[in-house]
């Protein structure tokens, strides 16, 4: 019985998933699966014949008590680095900082490697530590076995991608971090396991049982370990790296977008099927895709309202914090009733920009006013003083009782009116027995809790409670106050990760370009200045590398992705458009340039993602493009975007053959699911959109009405576009429609018309 129930635990955990039988050991998996596998393993090893050492020279290292380098005696993490790792640096467990001293350390002492991939912004990854650190048994088996480390993927991107590779090979759901890996001391993973922690099930116990068993295994025959494991990472790699054989299908954007926005459940009013990933972004996809010319005018109008209510739906409502302001990073399961309770500087900025982009579509101002809140909020809580912003918050009991976010019946009922209660039931759906569904909380973790999301507009809750909006806003008012102090005299509750991430800057300054361009405002334009010459001045190092993050200022030693290169590169164009300012397309072109310098690959892979020459392991994922992560940016797709754009100025020869080269890779994804190519999607019905080529000043009225529409503007020179230089003459504008060119005129109001 206690070996079924082991067994049943361990299930997901994942160990060379494609052995062969040709490889597998008489005395381990066969063909049978993991969890058959690991409950024969427990009960085989007692009657495993002692295995040759793989070196006869070095008995010693097989035996358990094998001798450890003083180096890793101790936790050597430091506090330099990122907030969770510093934190982490106060553990009992002898945790290493992730370089390649840790293989080489773990094959000095014939050990295995375990490795937490994790975030600062991830409350999985936090309560996972807490977690570690509160089993002192467990504490010493991983001092005992293994070289432990921990990655911080916000440190270390790169990471992320081993998560995903992972999660697909195992046919597991995409989750992100946290994930859980023991490697060989060659680098190749053994077992692996995605870690939320969302369930009763006690992840420490399951942490020990998983590392004494692969402890044992690798005691007794470790070179039956490393070899398999290593045909299982080649088997794995291959299929990983040739997934793309399908040949484009010209019909592919219009089949993606319209299996995405099937993903419409008209009864919660959201996007169903997107888990964890920000809504903001789906959202995001379907506004551009409905003010794209490549799909038919039924479709904008479906796609549109589609994007406006599950805008409402998630990022007014469902996903709000009502008491501290900001949207939560996702759902923990499927209802909005139990958000992951974190804010990251990325997810506020991706629902600014689809909220600012709905209310310059609309010019609806509930969407106006939800988005100024979202940025007033990023502003006060993730803004330094140093100029930075943090990459996130984390209200740290994520979970278990006495979660800073959820709330009892009787908690409320003590401290509120009797008027204010009636108003925090209607609008939260309060209850006795707690307002977390079921099939979210099927361990009862939440049982008689109660989280506070709306359940319900404001307009509705005025009509349900008989208050008119004067005294429904100060009730309101009233709630949100006395809450917050409760909640924040409930003691310690934000993990505040102040790494500062050059990605995450990018993607706030063309949130703030966004803003500009939807409402004129020119304190969003300041901004967004503030911000992209605050990366420009402090993300670059001696060598002239833009670097990934940074930690109270100090550059962080891992060299900017190409995505970061290309988001840096698209923000600095997004400013052009709106300026004309010369220096920005300049920018734009020497960033775009130094990625392709430094990070560009053979012909079937055009752009690495890393630098990987100082890459700890083999696993460097040097294509990582060709493996899905819906969780990230595809660089392909965004440096594809800004080769174009910049050529809209300069038909640059070399510029030209990578775009072409970029555009045969994109081509051979064409076998993705329709989820794994928003990224893409979103690009391309951007550049489908109208066209506006501006011969003129800044400024001036066709220019200021085109930046309040959503188009591409494309600021002309005498040195440009000879297509179009004798068809629009200085102080006029062109409207290029689906290719065709619509007419040019000098003229703002009419202008504005064929822009409607």
Known sequence: MQIRLISRQLSNFRLFPMLTTAHSHPHYLRKSTWAIGMATLLLAFSACKKNKPLDAGNETHADEQAQIVVSVKQNNLGTKQSSLLATASKSPIHWQPWNSRVFENAKQDHKTVFAVIGSGHEPETVALLEQLNQSLPTCKILNSHHINVIIDSSHDPAMEFLTSSLCLASREYIQGPPLLIWFSYNGHPISWRSAHTHSNTNISELISTMSRTIHRMWKDDAEYVLNNSKLDFNKRWSALIHNGANKWNSQLPSQAIRQISSYYDPTSNNIDKIGRLSAARYVNLLIKASTSGAVTKSQQLRYGGIARISAQSTLIYGLIDPLDGGVYDGVQRTSLSLPIFAKSLKTQALSMAALYNLYQLTEDEIYLKSADDIKAYTEKSLRQSSGDYSQGIVYQKNNTAGNQCTWTLEELETALTEEELRVCKYAFDIRGLGNVPLIDD????????????????????????????????????????????????????????????????????????????????????????????????????????????????????????????????????????????????????????????????????????????????????AHSHTIPNINNFSSWVLAWSNSKRILKYDDDQYLRKQMLALENSLSKQANLPAIMLVDYLTTYFTLENTKVYHHGEANDGLHTTAIRRPCQIIIMSKNTHPDLNEKVPKGSAAVVYRGKLVGVTSQASELRNWLK
């Open 442 to 621: 099927t361990d009862r973790n939440y049982f008689r809790e109660n989280t506070l999301t709306w359940k319900t507009t404001r307009a509705k809750l005025a009509k349900k409670t008989n208050f008119d909006r004067n005294q429904l806003n100060t009730l309101l008012e009233s709630i949100v106050k006395k809450l917050g102090k409760i909640r924040a005299d409930r003691g310690p509750m934000i993990f505040r990760e102040n790494l500062c991430s050059s990605k995450s800057l990018s993607l706030y300054t063309s949130a703030l370009i966004t803003a500009y361009r939807a409402t004129g405002d020119e304190s969003h334009l300041k901004d967004a200045l503030r911000v992209i010459e605050h990366i420009k001045d402090n993300f670059t190092g001696e060598s002239g590398w833009l670097h990934e993050s940074s930690f109270y200022g100090k550059l962080s030693s891992t060299k900017a992705s190409a995505t970061t290169h290309a988001l840096i590169c698209n923000a600095a164009l997004d400013i052009h458009e709106c300026t004309a300012n010369p220096s920005y397309l300049q920018m734009a072109r020497d960033i775009h340039t130094q990625m392709g310098n430094k990070l560009s690959g053979e012909v079937e892979y055009p752009l690495h993602e890393y630098d990987f020459s100082l890459f700890p392991t083999q696993y460097h994922v």
